[in-house]
């Protein structure tokens, strides 16, 4: 690629510009973001799962209604970033052909089981909370499409996290049995949400070069530190206890010292080895082909509609 092409790109970044589809970028910048926003897409997609296991076994009508938007708010932003992804030249078969082949990656969170009604609210307390972290500084991404589709996500989003917090707040407040069950939640679901921001920097393999284009605007353990210093005091609040024997408030620092994310579990489940994961892909498969009948429909609908225009 021509170096004066290369380096007007690099300059357009430094001056905060957004990138848009028909603009020239390096083919590495279009793949890096193919890459990062198509895992983005299936996240949502295949994030429905946890919580759909619970649809149909909410505690109560409007705990069922609350869920079920939450849940349908997912489904909406796979489809926003789908949409943006197809902006860089890739289909939305490709990138479907991906996910169910297995090729694909997606967030490691979503290959968690989620056995209590609790967990829905560790859920959107911890895995939204977290994703909130990491999507806020998204909106000022360089690509225009990926920055403006994480707008309404992060709103979204926001709502989903209160709703999770007020679940565990219900919780924590309720029979001793029901505050070990946010307890359990908590458990689980705390280890496996530091883990969604990725490897650590120095293991972070595309940091680098995606914080120089502006895709990424904090490193993963900047994103990471900043979620334990918020979610903390809120658990603190709840009166539940974060697994973690070496968690401590550092005056110096400033913020919390943490003990070390078993790195090893991480690789298993982005291997596809998690406790979940198998059963994540088939559901996806599943709805895949059962749905196969409406994209016949759509599309024998469209060649009517074409030989009627043309006759
Ligand atoms: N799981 O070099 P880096 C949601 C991969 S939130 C699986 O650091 P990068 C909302 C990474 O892709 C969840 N794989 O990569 C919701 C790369 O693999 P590759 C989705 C992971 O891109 C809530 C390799 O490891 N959010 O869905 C993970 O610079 C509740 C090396 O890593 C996003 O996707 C992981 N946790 O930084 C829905 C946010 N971490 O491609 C339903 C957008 C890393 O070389 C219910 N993405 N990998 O084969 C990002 O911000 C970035 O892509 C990071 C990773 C920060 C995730």
């Not at 694909?104 to 560790?122: C, E, H, L, M, V």
């Not at 994540?280 to 060649?303: D, F, K, M, P």
Request: contains cysteine.
């Amino acid at each position: 690629e021509p170096a004066e092409l290369m380096a007007e790109f690099q300059a357009r970044i430094d001056r905060e510009e957004k990138i848009e589809p028909r603009d020239w970028m390096p083919e590495a910048y279009r793949k890096t973001l193919i890459r990062q926003m198509s895992q983005h897409a299936h996240s949502e997609i295949v994030g429905q799962l946890p919580e759909g296991n619970w649809i149909t076994r909410a505690p109560s009508l409007k705990r069922k209604m609350i869920l079920l938007a939450k849940v349908q708010d997912e489904a909406g932003h796979g489809l926003y970033i789908y949409s943006a992804t197809e902006t860089l030249g890739v289909t939305r078969d490709q990138l479907t052909d991906e996910l169910l082949t297995g090729k694909a990656k997606y967030s490691s969170i979503f290959n968690y089981p989620t056995p209590s009604w609790a967990d829905i609210g560790a859920v959107g307390w911890l895995v939204d909370g977290a994703a909130i972290m990491n999507q806020v500084p998204l909106c000022r991404s360089s690509y225009g499409p990926y920055a403006r589709s994480m707008i309404r996500i992060c709103k979204e989003e926001s709502f989903h996290q209160r709703q999770g917090y007020e679940i565990m707040t219900v919780l924590a407040r309720g029979t001793a049995a029901q505050k070990d069950m946010a307890q359990r939640a908590l458990n689980r679901f705390w280890w496996p949400a530091l883990m969604m921001f990725g490897p650590s920097d120095k293991d972070s393999k595309h940091s680098e070069q995606s914080m120089k284009w502006k895709i990424k605007r904090f490193t993963n353990d900047e994103l990471r530190q900043k979620f334990i210093d918020a979610t903390v005091p809120q658990a603190e609040h709840l009166g539940l206890t974060i697994p973690d024997p070496e968690l401590r408030w550092n005056e110096e620092t400033g913020q919390y010292d943490h003990g070390e994310i078993n790195w090893q579990e991480f690789i298993d489940v982005i291997k596809g080895n998690g406790p979940c994961n198998k059963e994540r892909l088939q559901a996806r498969i599943n709805a895949h082909e059962e749905g196969e009948w409406v994209r016949e429909a759509a599309e024998v609908y469209q060649q009517k509609q074409n030989q009627e225009e043309a006759a």
